[in-house]
């Protein structure tokens, strides 16, 4: 059986609008271009799968149900457009979470690498070939733990903070996830 080639992409301020702890379906927005550039993706023979850090429920503004629901909700407004997601991952733990179950340091929650170590497995994913797409430098530095090429989006607030924690730098940079497709097709070509 062939490996597939995968788009991991995060959620907040990549696909949809950034908003400090997004709880409600109305806080979610999906950017410009987003559908477009996630059909592009299919068409490139990619599967599109999300990994997303989900901090409101560490602090318990919502449960993992409900962040189920509100991942359904993204996946549906863009699903009317035509743009598929395949799977999403998140990770509802945080060192600091107000819900004493969900306080942990973990694996999962990025820049760490069990959500991407798990999509891997189940969808035999060839990671030469797949990219990681995010506004965060820890998305980047997921990325790059795992082996995929990275591109840092300047759709939300994250790209600004290339802070020194990480001594990380993503593959391409693009002013949105538009532009990030034109660029995976370039290279995709090459291939």
Not at 44 to 60: D, E, K, M, T, Y
């Amino acid at each position: 059986m062939s490996k597939k080639k995968a788009i991991f992409l995060d959620r907040d301020g990549t696909i949809i609008r950034h908003v400090d702890l997004p709880h409600r379906a109305e806080d979610l927005r999906l950017l410009p271009g987003v559908a477009d550039a996630i059909k592009t993706f299919s068409k490139l023979g990619f599967i599109n799968i999300v990994i997303s850090n989900q901090p409101v429920v560490a602090r318990g503004l919502i449960n993992l149900k409900e962040a189920e629901a509100l991942d359904r909700y993204v996946i549906i407004q863009l699903a009317r457009r035509k743009a598929v997601i395949d799977a999403v991952y998140r990770c509802p733990h945080h060192p600091k979470a107000t819900l004493k179950k969900y306080r942990r340091r973990c694996r999962c929650r990025k820049p760490g690498t069990g959500m991407f170590i798990k999509a891997i497995k189940k969808f035999k994913i060839d990671t030469k070939q797949s990219f990681m797409i995010g506004d965060s430098i820890i998305d980047v530095v997921a990325g790059c733990r795992v082996g995929v090429k990275t591109i840092l989006v300047k759709t939300g607030p994250g790209h600004a903070r290339l802070d020194k924690l990480y001594n990380a730098k993503p593959d391409f940079f693009a002013h949105s996830l538009k532009e990030a497709a034109s660029i995976v097709r370039k290279i995709n070509r090459k291939v």
